[in-house]
């Protein structure tokens, strides 16, 4: 067998020793050293490099070139290194679930970065043109066939580059549901969906992601060597770093890597890693704070002129963590902030505020589909990839399980409530404590595309064009979040007071959701009153002051743009607001809540019989 040679991690330790105090102690294996030695001597330079590179060094491209060659160069002594000690020393394989409705250009995104981590990092290498170890499943819930045909095509486009995709598409994923012995699926109906064969589209994340699993086991070649990775078609293996040109999208993390590290050396069954970039949450509960950041930005404009060079840029960053992005923060036990954040201007080359302003105005209508434009999240590398920390949320669009941890699927999906994720990972935590972990390997999360809003899909928000502008509407994605909250937080309280093993009791579960659901309300009710009242403060601050955008002609399309938005937050949060309404009545919250109450009473029910279905495979797998 011809010996892999270490040529990388020689040129990295000639070039950075000196400018790396870290990679000084370091001594350079000797070819007559073992292989695990040599290997052992890359996972030291890592954290060195990795501190480097997100310390804000100027010669972050180098470095990272670097960073990646040395994980090819270590991947291929592990090959070998498991060639020559077996089964148990070889990496894991990994399949990964995207699921996706409607969403070409954000599919073609989250392909493309996968590939590119396969071909940056080599992760488990390449035979025949194939990267080996990476399989992946697109979980088709589109409705309109033009999209399913484009992810389609995505699919094969992508196997061509040597990517193993797979198109689980409706007619297979309905037949390979139907072949469950009905009394296995009939349980299972709440979990995977019992909508007829001519429907069975937007069935839903939660469903989707789940009956993925089913394909899952499909291509599992060896159960106890594989991990499940379920992605969302929104988010990219990449995180974004800032520069003195803006926000720059990079291929840092070698996610495989670290998460092959982590179930080898923890009895970890669930890990979660969390996003960057866009919030992960509905513009619903964004309104407030994004309407105190428009605000701002207008008042700072209000004290410029419209020809004066633009001044918004190289301000304080206004990436940030801590959930600020979120209305009711401190319900997730964030403390809150009042304060504004600046707009971070994208245009590039010289432009005037007038030209800001219109850059602004175009891009308003995205807050809608749950694009931020004062608040991300920036990548931290804080204390590296290999701390692992207890969890309590799973972000359904990043997380991983061994095939144990697919008994721990995300229920209630039924419900098309928002808050999926906090909602099962609460019941998971309180089953598995710390075999559930967090791990810092966020994905970015991007809301809307460079193919601008035309080819925008969210569940629960509606387009509409009227006589001079777009109407958008919230209601039923608004209406969702409130009362996926209630049952969030019902869950939460719940589990500290009963044996998430056992099934819930009825009078529990009620005496808990009626002190949570008059909580909420009074939370809501002042958060409606907080959005109509700045919603006012805006339209004066634009339309009645006579600050000087109102004189310029060339901003009459600009202001038509600020004035749809001002609508649309009227539409969605004022008082006859459609989901305001719903929330107010009585016997809409009865109705919901019925709903509730009978997914808690039968959550353990429906877990077994899921956990009966895997524990099946896994036993038909042994044969």
């Given at each position: 067998?011809?010996?892999?040679?270490?040529?990388?991690?020689?040129?990295?330790?000639?070039?950075?020793?000196?400018?790396?105090?870290?990679?000084?102690?370091?001594?350079?294996?000797?070819?007559?050293?073992?292989?695990?030695?040599?290997?052992?001597?890359?996972?030291?330079?890592?954290?060195?490099?990795?501190?480097?590179?997100?310390?804000?060094?100027?010669?972050?491209?180098?470095?990272?070139?670097?960073?990646?060659?040395?994980?090819?160069?270590?991947?291929?002594?592990?090959?070998?290194?498991?060639?020559?000690?077996?089964?148990?020393?070889?990496?894991?394989?990994?399949?990964?679930?995207?699921?996706?409705?409607?969403?070409?250009?954000?599919?073609?995104?989250?392909?493309?970065?996968?590939?590119?981590?396969?071909?940056?990092?080599?992760?488990?290498?390449?035979?025949?043109?194939?990267?080996?170890?990476?399989?992946?499943?697109?979980?088709?819930?589109?409705?309109?066939?033009?999209?399913?045909?484009?992810?389609?095509?995505?699919?094969?486009?992508?196997?061509?580059?040597?990517?193993?995709?797979?198109?689980?598409?409706?007619?297979?994923?309905?037949?390979?549901?139907?072949?469950?012995p009905e009394a296995v699926r009939q349980p299972l109906d709440n979990l995977l969906s019992s909508q007829p064969r001519d429907r069975f589209?937007?069935?839903?994340?939660?469903?989707?992601?789940?009956?993925?699993?089913?394909?899952?086991?499909?291509?599992?070649?060896?159960?106890?060597?594989?991990?499940?990775?379920?992605?969302?078609?929104?988010e990219s293996f990449r995180v974004n770093r800032n520069t003195g040109a803006g926000e720059e999208a990079v291929y840092a993390l070698n996610y495989f890597?670290?998460?092959?590290?982590?179930?080898?050396?923890?009895?970890?069954?669930?890990?979660?890693?969390?996003?960057?970039?866009?919030?992960?949450?509905?513009?619903?509960?964004?309104?407030?704070?994004?309407?105190?950041?428009?605000?701002?930005?207008?008042?700072?404009?209000?004290?410029?002129?419209?020809?004066?060079?633009?001044?918004?840029?190289?301000?304080?960053?206004?990436?940030?963590?801590?959930?600020?992005?979120?209305?009711?923060?401190?319900?997730?036990g964030f403390e809150h902030q009042a304060t504004t954040f600046p707009y971070p201007c994208p245009l590039q080359g010289e432009h005037d505020h007038a030209a800001c302003l219109r850059g602004l105005s175009q891009r308003l209508a995205a807050f809608f589909f749950g694009e931020h434009l004062f608040r991300k999240t920036a990548f931290c590398y804080d204390n590296g990839f290999n701390e692992l920390t207890p969890a309590r949320t799973i972000y359904p669009g990043n997380y991983i399980v061994n095939h144990t941890g697919l008994k721990y699927l995300i229920p209630f999906g039924h419900l098309r409530l928002r808050m999926s994720g906090p909602t099962a990972g609460r019941l998971i935590a309180a089953e598995i404590h710390n075999r559930f972990a967090s791990i810092n390997l966020p994905h970015l999360h991007q809301r809307t595309t460079d193919d601008g809003l035309g080819d925008a899909f969210r569940p629960g928000v509606e387009r509409a064009d009227g006589q001079e502008q777009e109407h958008i509407d919230l209601s039923n994605e608004f209406e969702r979040q409130f009362f996926g909250d209630l049952m969030l937080f019902t869950t939460e309280a719940l589990v500290t007071r009963a044996d998430v093993n056992q099934p819930f009791k009825k009078d529990d579960v009620v005496q808990v959701m009626e002190q949570k659901e008059k909580e909420l309300l009074a939370l809501y009710q002042q958060k409606h009153q907080l959005i109509q009242e700045k919603s006012r403060q805006l339209e004066d601050l634009v339309f009645n002051a006579g600050h000087w955008w109102l004189d310029d002609p060339g901003l009459c399309g600009a202001l038509r743009e600020v004035r749809a938005f001002i609508d649309n937050i009227r539409h969605n949060f004022g008082e006859h607001a459609r989901a305001w309404q719903q929330i107010q009545s009585a016997g809409h919250r009865a109705g919901r809540k019925q709903q509730i109450i009978e997914a808690l009473l039968n959550y353990r029910t429906e877990r077994d019989a899921w956990d009966r279905l895997i524990n099946e495979s896994a036993a038909q797998a042994r044969i």
């Open positions: 067998m011809t010996t892999v040679k270490t040529t990388h991690l020689q040129e990295c330790l000639a070039r950075y020793r000196d400018t790396l105090p870290g990679l000084a102690a370091l001594t350079l294996p000797a070819d007559t050293d073992s292989l695990a030695s040599r290997i052992e001597c890359y996972e030291q330079c890592y954290p060195v490099l990795e501190k480097a590179l997100w310390s804000g060094a100027p010669d972050f491209e180098p470095l990272l070139e670097c960073y990646q060659a040395l994980f090819r160069e270590q991947g291929a002594l592990i090959r070998q290194h498991a060639g020559i000690e077996g089964e148990h020393s070889k990496p894991y394989h990994f399949i990964l679930s995207i699921p996706v409705a409607d969403r070409p250009p954000h599919l073609r995104a989250c392909l493309e970065s996968i590939y590119q981590l396969c071909k940056r990092f080599a992760y488990g290498g390449m035979e025949s043109g194939i990267y080996t170890h990476i399989k992946v499943i697109v979980a088709e819930d589109s409705r309109e066939e033009k999209n399913i045909r484009q992810h389609i095509e995505l699919v094969d486009s992508y196997r061509h580059k040597g990517l193993q995709v797979v198109h689980f598409g409706l007619d297979e994923q309905y037949e390979l549901l139907q072949s469950l589209y937007l069935k839903g994340q939660a469903a989707n992601r789940n009956l993925s699993v089913l394909k899952c086991l499909q291509l599992t070649e060896d159960r106890h060597r594989t991990l499940y990775y379920f992605v969302d078609s929104d890597h670290y998460i092959d590290k982590a179930f080898r050396s923890t009895d970890t069954e669930l890990l979660t890693g969390k996003m960057v970039g866009d919030p992960p949450v509905s513009p619903s509960v964004m309104a407030a704070n994004f309407l105190d950041d428009v605000t701002a930005f207008f008042a700072s404009l209000a004290r410029a002129r419209g020809d004066q060079a633009c001044r918004f840029h190289g301000l304080p960053t206004n990436s940030t963590s801590g959930a600020i992005y979120h209305d009711l923060a401190g319900l997730f």
